[in-house]
C-alpha cells in the first residue's frame, strides 16, 4: 500500500492537500511505514490549489492520501476514484509518520 502525505517546507502542509508543496510516499509493509520519495507539485510552484485531477497525476499510484485539511468534495471525488483519504492532526513529519501507521494498521 502506497501513501502519500502533503507537506510543505519541513513540515505537514496545514492548509487543503492541493496546496501541498511536495508529496512525501510512503509503502506500509508488516506495519511499518517506509519512506520511498518525495514527488513535487508543479501547481504549487506556480501558485496554484491543485484540483484531485492535477493529483491525479501526480500520486494516481498511492492508495491513501494523507492531510490536515481537504476540502468535503475532494474527499468525495477521492473515494469514488478507490482512494482512501486521511485527515491528521500532525504537524511534524515524524509525528505524522506515527498517526499514519496507528490509523492504518487500526483498519
Not at 1 to 30: C, P
Not at 40 to 62: A, P, R, W, Y
Request: net charge negative.
Amino acid at each position: 500500500m502506497k501513501i502519500a502525505l502533503g507537506i510543505k517546507g519541513n513540515s505537514v502542509n496545514k492548509a487543503h492537500f492541493g496546496m501541498s508543496e511536495k508529496y512525501r510516499i510512503y509503502e506500509l509493509e508488516d506495519g511499518m511505514l517506509n519512506f520511498i520519495e518525495e514527488r513535487i507539485n508543479d501547481n504549487f510552484t506556480q501558485h496554484k490549489h491543485s484540483e484531485v485531477e492535477d493529483i491525479m497525476k501526480i500520486l494516481s499510484d498511492c492508495n491513501v492520501w494523507v492531510a490536515k485539511s481537504m476540502g468535503k468534495k475532494s474527499k468525495e471525488v477521492i473515494m469514488n476514484l478507490g482512494y482512501t483519504p486521511l485527515i491528521i492532526n500532525s504537524d511534524s513529519i515524524q509525528e505524522a509518520e506515527k498517526e499514519i501507521v496507528k490509523a492504518l494498521n487500526h483498519n
